[in-house]
C-alpha cells in the first residue's frame, strides 16, 4: 500500500488524514471548534467538495492540483473551510492556500448584472511536525485598486495536545498522528527497554480510552478501527527505521474493520462501479482511491484491493 502511494507521487500520511476526514467526518467538527473557536455540537452536516481543482496558467494550459479537504459544515450558518495538513512547514504552502481559497471561491460565486461575489473559506493548517519555527498564524494579505484584504490561516500543532488533551477536547482525529510527538526519540525508545514499555503503556491506555467511549456509544465502531487502523498505518510508515518501536506499540492495534459478507459483496458491486465512471472521465488513481474510500466508508487497504482488481492496474 505504502509503495504503490510513493510510486504515484502521493504523501502517504497526508493521504491517511484525507481518508480519515472523509470516512470519519464528525470527528473534523471537535478540531474546527479548536481550531476556529466554532462551537459545533458534533450533530451538523458536513458536505466535501470536489479535491481537484485546475489552476490556469498565464500561457493558456493549467493544471490539477488536489487539496487536502475543502467542505461545508451545514448549521444554521453555513461555512465554507478548506484544510490542509502538513508535516512541515514550507514556504509554498501559502501560495498553494491562495490557490485552492480562490479557487473554491469562485466555484461557489454569485454573478450578477455587474457584480461578482466571492466568499473566501475558513482556512486552516494542521501541522504534524512542529518547533520553535513554525507559526502560530499565517495570513494572506491581497492588495486591491479599493485597498488591502487580508484573511488569516489559523495554526493547529499536533504535538502541542498530550493524550490527555486529545480526549478532553474530543480531538479524536489527532491520535493517528499522536506518534509524531515520540518521533524524536525512537532510537532511544528502540535500544532502551523501560522507555520501550513506557510508551507501549501509553499506546495500550489510549486503545483502553478509545474501547470505553465506543462501549458507551461516544465512537461508532467503524470510527474506532479507522482510528486504530490509520494510528497503524502511521506507525508503520515513520517508524519504519525501528523495529521494536513498531512492533511494540503494534501490538495494541490488531483489530480491523469487521466485514460481514453481505457488506463485501454490496460493496465490490459498487466498486465496480465507481471505479468505472471514474477512470472514463479520466481521473488519476489517488482521487478514485479516495472516493471508493469516502462512498463505501472502507479502509485504504480495501480501496487500493479493489481499485487493482475493478480498474486498470497501475503500471
Not at 459478507?261 to 472521465?281: P, Q, W
Amino acid at each position: 500500500m505504502i509503495s504503490y502511494i510513493l510510486k504515484q507521487g502521493v504523501r502517504p500520511v497526508h493521504f491517511w488524514a484525507r481518508t480519515l476526514l472523509k470516512t470519519c467526518s464528525p470527528l473534523i467538527l471537535p478540531v474546527l471548534n479548536e481550531m476556529f473557536g466554532e462551537h459545533y455540537t458534533g450533530k451538523e452536516r458536513i458536505d466535501f467538495h470536489s479535491e481537484q481543482h485546475r489552476l490556469n496558467k498565464q500561457d493558456g494550459n493549467g493544471e490539477w492540483r488536489i487539496t487536502d479537504s475543502t467542505f461545508t459544515v451545514i448549521d444554521a450558518m453555513p461555512k465554507h473551510y478548506l484544510l490542509e495538513v502538513q508535516s512541515t512547514a514550507d514556504n509554498s504552502m501559502l501560495v498553494r492556500i491562495f490557490e485552492y481559497s480562490t479557487q473554491e471561491a469562485l466555484a461557489a460565486a454569485e454573478l450578477t448584472k455587474d457584480a461578482l461575489h466571492v466568499t473566501i473559506p475558513q482556512s486552516g493548517v494542521l501541522f504534524l511536525r512542529s518547533n520553535s519555527n513554525t507559526p502560530d498564524r499565517m495570513q494572506i494579505r491581497i492588495d486591491t485598486p479599493g485597498g488591502a484584504v487580508t484573511f488569516d490561516v489559523q495554526v493547529l500543532k499536533t504535538k502541542e495536545y498530550t493524550i490527555d488533551e486529545i480526549f478532553e477536547k474530543n480531538l479524536l482525529m489527532l491520535i493517528p498522528f499522536y506518534i509524531f510527538s515520540h518521533e524524536k526519540r525512537f532510537q532511544e525508545y528502540n535500544t532502551n527497554d523501560e522507555k520501550l514499555q513506557e510508551l507501549k503503556t501509553e499506546y495500550r491506555d489510549m486503545i483502553d480510552r478509545l474501547k470505553k467511549l465506543k462501549e458507551h456509544n461516544q465512537l461508532t465502531e467503524y470510527q474506532y478501527h479507522m482510528l486504530i487502523d490509520m494510528s497503524r498505518n502511521v506507525l508503520d510508515y515513520i517508524a519504519k527505521k525501528y523495529d521494536r518501536v513498531r512492533k511494540g506499540v503494534g501490538e495494541f492495534m490488531g483489530g480491523r474493520i469487521i466485514e460481514t459478507e453481505a457488506t463485501r459483496i454490496l460493496n465490490a458491486g459498487r466498486a465496480t462501479e465507481i471505479v468505472s465512471i471514474y477512470r472514463e472521465e479520466g481521473y488519476p488513481d489517488q482521487f478514485i482511491l479516495e472516493k471508493l474510500q469516502s462512498k463505501l466508508h472502507i479502509a485504504a487497504d480495501q480501496a487500493m484491493e479493489f481499485l487493482l482488481a475493478y480498474g486498470k492496474q497501475p503500471a
